[in-house]
């Protein structure tokens, strides 16, 4: 299957990438948290470890903190 190249465009002085756990279903969800603020912008969900990677590649990381 062919897919996409992800594009994040983020300002890494005043955000980070992270991916978001709940405790209660396991949901993921990729985005940036504002590093003054806390707060989080939710950019993709997250289905697979090959999406969690992938988000990484593509925020320039090589490997994403989870916050829960």
């Not at 983020?10 to 949901?27: K, L």
């Not at 912008?41 to 903190?65: H, K, P, Y």
């Amino acid at each position: 299957m062919f897919r996409k190249r992800l594009s994040v465009d983020y300002d890494p002085t005043a955000q980070r990438p992270v991916i978001r756990c709940s405790i209660c279903t396991g949901e993921q969800a990729a985005g940036f948290q504002n590093l003054r603020t806390g707060e989080f912008r939710e950019f993709m969900l997250i289905r697979s470890e090959r999406d969690a990677q992938e988000f990484a590649r593509a925020c320039g990381v090589e490997r994403v903190e989870k916050i829960y």
